[in-house]
């Protein structure tokens, strides 16, 4: 009897916990969602009332349409690059045995844990460096926004593709060998379709994480290419109203689409 109560109150901490965690993750997003609605425009609890005025306030301010394209151009391309990239590093580090191999994916990986504004800075000056030294400007232009990003993508692909290399069972890849497939038949018919949950996976984090990046983009950014994420705390200089929350509510439902759909036909929860 006491065994049994104490692994009641154990299963019932855990659940308290676990409600806190969500509550603490979800309730900003339910703050922004509901302030989207208000209809005054200091924002004030409790709302004077609700409307949808702000959301064709969003149509009608064109930075935030041309932030739009230029987040979804950049996003991309960055993962098409980053995601092909990364995946031939993570073959190559999951397998293949060469000096350097661990060194290499420590080197992939640290982009995840440098600050953005130390990691745009920096680039900010290599991109000086490098139009001083071979006259090719980088810096305020649309290729080094993109390399910069790409630089965002590549740990995502490494760490989710790498993950999924890692599950597959190599005997699969022998038997097809066995039966006559050669190294790229294999790769073809066998171990890409069983590495598409990682893949799916990696292009969907390395485009959100392109699209939301504000940290590394403030910084290399040029006229006229001003991201979503910047035009919107450009417009927080001037305004503080409900129409940059109905903004985020807009990105919110995208980006939350995005993720159902995509897990509607890869399991994200098997290599995430």
Not at 12 to 21: E, K, N, P, S
Not at 216 to 234: E, K
Not at 258 to 266: A, H, K, N, Q, S
Request: one cysteine or more.
């Amino acid at each position: 009897m006491i065994v049994s109560l104490r692994r009641h109150w154990r299963r019932a901490t855990l659940c308290a916990v676990v409600f806190l965690v969500y509550v603490f993750i979800l309730t900003p997003v339910i703050f922004v969602s509901w302030i989207s609605f208000f209809s005054n425009e200091i924002v004030s609890f409790p709302p004077e009332g609700y409307t949808l005025r702000w959301f064709a306030n969003v149509w009608e301010q064109r930075v935030f349409a041309r932030g739009f394209v230029m987040s979804l151009q950049v996003a991309a391309i960055a993962t098409v690059l980053g995601v092909s990239l990364g995946t031939l590093a993570s073959i190559a580090i999951v397998r293949y045995r060469f000096p350097g191999r661990e060194t290499l994916n420590m080197l992939l990986l640290s982009p995840l844990i440098v600050p953005g504004t130390v990691a745009g800075t920096a680039l900010y000056i290599f991109y000086i460096a490098v139009d001083d030294a071979l006259e090719w400007r980088l810096q305020a232009t649309l290729e080094g926004l993109v390399l910069a990003h790409v630089m965002l993508t590549i740990p995502w692909t490494v760490r989710l593709v790498t993950a999924s290399l890692v599950g597959i069972d190599r005997s699969v890849e022998d038997a097809a060998m066995n039966l006559g497939a050669n190294r790229w038949t294999t790769f073809r018919r066998v171990t890409f379709p069983m590495m598409r949950a990682g893949l799916v996976a990696a292009a969907l984090f390395s485009f959100i994480t392109s699209f939301e990046n504000l940290e590394l983009s403030l910084l290399l950014v040029g006229p006229g290419r001003t991201t979503l994420p910047i035009a919107i705390l450009q417009y927080l200089e001037f305004k503080v109203d409900p129409t940059i929350a109905a903004v985020s509510f807009v990105q919110i439902l995208l980006i939350g689409t995005l993720m159902l759909i995509t897990d509607r036909f890869v399991k994200l929860s098997r290599v995430v």
